[in-house]
């Protein structure tokens, strides 16, 4: 885990409150040299840097540059996460898939040269808060060691990949080794998706194909995934002297029409929405605008 500054980055005209942080979520790979499965605590620690992305918000990913059963895969993991973040978490995030009528993504998915023990790694970039705004993977289907088309266990490695990169954008962080003297690592087998993998596809068997209550018992913990509502935030408690008043924040859905006579007819429209997430009345963060489709107004009488 490494975080940087990355520096300023447009955003409207709220650019300053927008203090990205570059952050690197890795997945290594553990040596492999038997199998056995050391029992643990083995769920994932939050991360202190990115809290994750907006509770009950649409996140539109890229895998385009994947090909065949990574593309798949990849696919699959986003469909795994939406399922747990709508079924089992209170974080409400979904994953769609960008088409040609939705917004550009904000998470992409590629194919890349990833340095040292790392089968795939993650830049993910959030606003002061915490509060994700985009995540590009790129994963190593270069380097045999790490995923090779030629042994066992590639039929399930990206999927098991992604749904851990996805883990990082929801606020997860690695899973410490828990002994590394022991074969893959000592880690409870298949526990958590914050697991490390274990050697060529994860052949040790370290890492789950689905998200585990464990991943889901701590996005629970998540603060900015508290409640089960999308409700708006509360009155705050009392001002103890020195520190100022907690800041009131919560989510607005902010929705936006584009009259378009000339090539919708008149009185048509094309309607869009967004999320603004606003802290004592200033915008902090702002998802992409999600198009909701051609609407058109009763005719006047
Ligand atoms: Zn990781």
């Known amino acids: 885990m490494r975080t940087s500054n990355r520096g300023m980055s447009a955003h409207g005209g709220k650019a300053l409150f927008v203090l990205p942080l570059f952050v690197v979520g890795l997945i290594a790979i553990m040596e492999f040299t038997r199998l056995n499965t050391v029992a643990s605590s083995g769920c994932p620690p939050l991360n ?13 990913f890229d895998v385009s540059d994947l090909i065949g ?3 798949t895969q990849a696919r699959s993991a986003f469909q795994k996460w939406t399922d747990a973040n709508t079924n089992n ?3 409400g995030v979904r994953f769609v898939e960008k088409g040609p009528n939705t917004p550009a993504a904000t998470f992409t998915v590629k194919r890349g040269h990833v340095a040292g023990s790392n089968a795939a790694q993650s830049d993910i970039t ?23 088309p030629g ?17 990082h954008t929801m606020g997860l962080d690695d899973i ?54 999308g409700g708006s935030g509360g009155t705050g408690g009392g001002d103890t002297g020195g520190g100022g008043n907690p800041p009131q ?28 997430y606003v802290c004592n009345g200033v915008v902090q963060w702002s998802s992409a605008e999600t198009y909701d489709g051609i609407f058109c107004d009763p005719p006047l009488q």
């Open 151 to 167: 042994q066992s266990g590639y039929d399930n490695i990206f999927l098991k990949i992604m749904l851990h990169e996805i883990g």
């Open 48 to 60: 202190s840097n990115v809290k994750g992305w907006p509770k009950n918000t649409t996140i539109y």
């Open 69 to 71: 059963t990574q593309q």
């Open 89 to 91: 978490n209170t974080s």
């Open 176 to 229: 410490p080794i828990p002994n590394p003297n022991s074969s893959c690592g000592g880690y409870s087998s298949g526990k958590s998706v914050m697991n490390a993998a274990c050697g060529v596809n994860d052949n040790g068997g370290n890492l789950p194909t689905k998200v585990k209550d464990c991943d889901n018992n701590t996005v629970k913990t998540n603060s900015i995934y508290a409640g089960s509502g």
């Open 126 to 148: 959030t606003n002061a808060n915490g509060i994700v705004t985009g995540a590009i993977v790129n994963i190593d289907v270069y380097d045999f060691a790490k995923t090779n």
């Open 249 to 276: 924040c919560n989510y607005q859905t902010v929705y936006t029409s584009v009259y378009d006579p000339a090539e919708l007819g008149e009185g048509c429209y094309r309607k869009y929405h967004r999320v603004d």
